[in-house]
Structures are given as C-alpha cells and as structure tokens.
Nanobody, 122 residues
Framework: QVQLVESGGGLVQAGDSLRLSCAASGIFSTYAMGWFRQVPGKEREFVSAISWSGSATYYQDSVRGRFTISRDNAKNTVYLQMNSLKPEDTAVYYC????????????????WGMGTQVTVSS
C-alpha cells in the first residue's frame, strides 16, 4: 500500500519560513514527487515537482525563488523549503507521487497525501 505522510505545516508570520516534509512508503524511489496546494472554493494548483534523481525541478511562477523542493531517496522523503512566506501562500499543501513526472505537472498523480495546513498571517 502507498502511504504519504505530510508534516511541517503551521501558523507563521509573513516573511517567515517553513519546511514541509512528506514521507512515502510503498513506492519506488524512482517515482517523481511534488507538492500542490488548495484553498477553499478554488481548484487545487501545482506548486512544485522533482524528478526521481533530483536533477530536474519545476516551480509555479509565484513561488519560484522563494520555495525549494528537494528529496532524500534513502528516506523516501520529499521536502518543500518555503522562505519569505506571504499571506497568499496560505493553503492546504498536498504531497503527491507518480511514476511519471508529466502526470504530476498536469495535476493527475496516482497518489495524494492527506494535506497539511499552512497559514501565513500578515
């Protein structure tokens, strides 16, 4: 069974940093991994993705330069380091994995985590 367990969310002030973690089990280390976010009433949106080797990374324009995605394949864990957080970053953040990074990029991964809340106050 595939399980994704997210952690690291919380309440912070604008300009602060958070690091999200997603520990995966039941997947190949060659799976691509990524992050999405969603606010009430809006569609879930792509945030970032990383290839299985870590050699290729992708970011939504609004987070590029502030967020950094990385992975530790020995731990089957993907991270999202979020710096210079803004109130508009407030959302539930979801971890996702798939054997094809293209499916992550278009928002149809095979597996989703349950999400972790990130709230950024002004």
């Amino acid at each position: 069974q595939v399980q994704l367990v997210e952690s690291g969310g919380g309440l912070v002030q604008a300009g602060d940093s958070l690091r999200l973690s997603c520990a995966a089990s039941g997947i190949f280390s060659t799976y691509a991994m990524g992050w999405f976010r969603q606010v009430p009433g809006k569609e879930r949106e792509f945030v970032s993705a990383i290839s299985w080797s870590g050699s290729a990374t992708y970011y939504q324009d609004s987070v590029r330069g502030r967020f950094t995605i990385s992975r530790d394949n020995a731990k089957n864990t993907v991270y999202l380091q979020m710096n210079s957080l803004k109130p508009e970053d407030t959302a539930v953040y979801y971890c996702a994995v798939d054997g094809r990074i293209s499916r992550l990029q278009v928002g149809v991964p095979n597996y989703w985590g349950m999400g972790t809340q990130v709230t950024v106050s002004s």
